[in-house]
Structures are given as C-alpha cells and as structure tokens.
C-alpha cells in the first residue's frame, strides 16, 4: 500500500461531505430545499428519506472533525437554503454563525477549509421560481456567493463554485433522477447553460473580492463502447460528449461539444455565445470527481442521445457501480492532455459504498480498503506521468444521505447509526489514516 512519502511534498490527503447530507436541515433556521419538496413526492426518494435530521453534523461537528485529525484538509459546502432561507432577501445569522464556527473548527484542528458553494441545496422559493432554468439564478447565485464570503471568505484555503453540474442540470432536469425531477429537454438545456453562467457569475465576484484558489468541482465517468460496432463507437463517443465534455469544454473553451450541440442546440437560451467569455474565464484548480466506468451502446429506438449502458461481469459497489480504478488515471491523464495541462487537479470525490455492519464495534469493509488502495495506486501513476494532482479527498467523511436512495448507501469510511448518531470508524479509515501517518505511514 502506498504511503504519504509516495506522494509530492504537499499532497493533501482529505475526505468530503456536503451541508444537506449530513447537517440536519431541520436545526439551526435553514429554509426548504428543492430536496425536501422531492422527497416528500411518492416514489422519488427510498423511504421518502429526507434530510432534515441527516448525521446531525449542525450539532456533532466538533467530534466529526476530531475524527480528520491528522489528515490535511477538510472539503464541505455552506448551504444556500441555510444562509438565505428564501433564497434572496433576509439572511439567517444562524446560519451564517454556524459556518463560521465550522471554519474555525477546521482551521483548530490543522485542516485546510475548501469550501464547496452549491452542494445542490437550492432554496424551495428559487426552485418555485424555475430554480437553475430560469437565468435570474445567475445573479442570485452571485448574491449569496457575496454573502458567505463576507462571512468566511478571510479563513478559506479553496473556493469551488459548483459541485457536479452534470448532476445539478443534466440527471437532474433531463433524467429526472435527482431534484426537480424534470424530464425537459428544453429546461436541461437552460439549466446547463444557466448553470455555467452562475458559475462566471460567482467567480467574477470572488475575482473582486480578492479571493484566490477558485475553482469547480466536475464528476466524470471512464467509458468503454459495448462493441467495436460503428454504431457502438458512435454511441460511446456522444456519450463522452454528454457525461464527459458538457462542462469542462465550455469552461476551457468557451464551446459546447458537438453531441450537446446536436442534441440541445436549439433548446439553448438566445444570444447563449454572448455569456462563453464569462463562463470561460481562466480557473486556478479543476476538482475531479471519480467512481466508475460505463460500458456503452447504441440505442437507435431512443430519443437524443439515443445511448444506453450495458451491465458487465466487473465487480461492483453497492451502488451497483463497476469497481474501475485505472479509469481514474485515463481520467486525469485525459483531462491534463486535451484541457488542463499543468492547472493544478483535485480529486475531490472517490469512494465507494458497500453494506457495513458494525461487528463487536469494528466494521471490517475489506472491499472498501481495497478500492482506496487501487484508486491512490492509479493517482499516483497519473502523477507519475505528468498529471499535476496535489490532492485526494475520501466521499465520504460519514454515511450520509446519498440523494434519492436515502441513508441506505453507506459511503462514509466512518459508520453512523441513524438511529442513535453513533459513530463507528471503519477498518478503511484506519488504514487511511495509517497512509497518511506523517512520520512513516503506510503499511
Ligand atoms: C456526487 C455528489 C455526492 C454523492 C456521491 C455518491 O458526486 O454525486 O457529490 O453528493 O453522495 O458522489 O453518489
């Protein structure tokens, strides 16, 4: 296994949460999020879960960052529906008092803050007002952005604007897997373009305020076609256009890739090329988020972009993800070759979840170990071929609330009971911490 002396001098070693998966939405003034009207809908989420009571982090934060102790850097998100419970308009202080408690506790315990903006904690009353399909958002987005870093923005190491805008415009407004639930192609189009234009927005108010390492956070898949069929090489290559290239190519670019053209071109907002010099502007840092690889063919029967994805033998999560390693470093090597070049990377998500069970007060996820060690193999060979990777942060800190399955997929490297909010570290997380161990690590 490797240790912390394998890596560059200052790689940071961290794990990440978000507000509303682990908060409690419910304490401390926050307003409704788009993902407590979601849940509350029949069907959409395991159990109608929601996120309001969650791992009770608003309370327990101080034990949960005990449990970072020795790891570099610590990366979270403020919640927009906690700061401003309408969205715009009156500020909750509580809210505001709370991040500024959490930073502070961060920076006590040696922990490099980098702060996520939107972790998808839209407030109900935007998501009322066509949420990210309707470009007002842009500059709400700004005004909040101002807000906390009024706030917090002197003690953050990092600042990213978006976490995973495939998922906040695309699985969201097209596929309908996450909150709003839409399946529009006309509202994914908007809410992918209304979704950069809030980033462009944000960073040019974090550029006035002075602040630096700015950024955003990216999920990307590996993929493979599901035969050398034309049409299957055809189906794989729109399928990198739509999971891959949709948002690293305008934000590196200033253009759309080809698939997305084709496909949503003609839904996108008027004058749409007037907003790619904002949305494009230079980045300090790029945020990669990795879990596994897809297999894809044709599906000439379907709608736009006319591509499923086909089941393999490979092992899997329980998520039912294939377990891929090597994926992470075709990933980064991909990304640094035809986009970033020597722009620092991050992997800011890359873990696993499985079926823990606490045994005699020990969870024993062998699986998990495994998958941490694979993947920090493959970091540190896209390292070793040119990639400039300075981090790698665990999902997740805790079992969480994991979106639209509820609390039944358990991520965290620590175990929590939803019942009673115990707290169990798992085999994995003392392996990781004996990786990063400065004096000699590793195993
Ligand atoms: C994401 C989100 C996380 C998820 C994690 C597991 O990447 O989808 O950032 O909130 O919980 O990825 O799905």
């Known amino acids: 296994m490797l240790k912390r002396a394998d ?3 200052n790689f940071l070693f961290g794990a990440a949460t978000s507000a509303y998966q682990i908060e409690g939405h419910a304490f401390g003034g926050a307003g409704p999020t788009h993902w407590d009207t979601f849940a509350a809908k029949p069907g959409n989420v395991v159990n109608n879960e929601n996120g309001a009571v969650a791992c009770d982090h608003y309370h327990r934060y101080e034990q949960d960052l005990d449990l970072l102790l020795g790891f570099d850097a610590y990366r979270f998100s403020t919640s927009w529906a ?7 308009g009156p500020v909750n202080q509580e809210g505001l008092d709370f991040y500024d408690r959490l930073v502070d506790a961060v920076l006590e315990r040696g922990l490099k803050p980098f702060l996520t903006l939107y ?5 109900a009353t935007l998501a009322d007002l066509g949420g990210w399909t309707n470009r007002e958002i842009a500059g709400w987005f700004g005004d909040y952005t101002d807000i906390v870093m009024d706030r917090i923005g002197d003690r953050v190491a990092s600042v990213a604007t978006i976490n995973e805008p495939w998922c906040v415009s695309y699985l969201s407004h097209f596929l309908g897997h996450h909150a709003p639930g839409l399946r529009d192609i006309g509202a994914t189009a ?4 209304n979704v950069l234009l809030a ?3 944000a960073m040019e108010r974090l550029r006035a305020r002075g602040q630096d390492n700015l950024g955003i956070v990216l999920n990307f898949e590996a993929l493979r076609p599901g035969s050398q069929k034309p049409e299957d090489l055809a189906a794989a290559a729109t399928y990198d256009d739509v999971m891959n290239r949709l948002f690293i190519q305008p934000l590196m670019t200033g253009t759309y890739p080809d698939a997305i053209m084709a496909g949503l071109g003609s839904h996108l907002p008027q004058r749409w090329q007037d907003d790619m010099d904002l949305i494009s502007k230079p980045m300090d840092w790029l945020g990669v988020n990795y879990y596994t690889r897809q297999t894809i063919v044709a599906a000439p029967s379907e709608p736009w972009p006319s591509t499923r994805f ?8 329980q998520m039912g993800w294939d377990i891929y390693p ?3 470093h075709e990933t980064l090597t991909w990304l640094t070759d035809e986009f970033t070049g020597d722009m620092p990377l991050f992997v800011t998500e890359n873990g696993m979840a499985w079926d823990d069970k606490v045994i005699n007060g020990t969870v024993n996820d062998s699986e998990r170990m495994d998958y941490i060690s694979r993947h920090l193999q493959q970091i540190h060979r896209a390292i070793g071929d040119g990639c400039n990777v300075q981090g790698f942060f665990y999902w997740s800190l805790m079992d969480n609330y994991e979106w639209a399955f509820g609390y039944d997929k358990r991520f965290g490297m620590i175990h929590v009971d939803f019942e009673t909010q115990k707290r169990t ?19």
Do not use: M
């Open 7 to 9: 890596f560059p001098e």
């Open 82 to 88: 906690r700061v401003l419970p309408e969205g715009r």
């Open 119 to 123: 972790h998808w904690e839209l407030p």
């Open 190 to 193: 908007n809410a992918v373009h």
């Open 199 to 201: 980033h462009g927005v």
């Open 310 to 317: 086909i089941t393999t033998d490979c092992d899997k999560t």
């Open 326 to 328: 090597e994926g992470l």
């Open 425 to 443: 570290p798992k085999e994995s997380y003392h392996l990781l911490k004996q990786v990063i161990r400065r004096d000699r690590g590793g195993i």
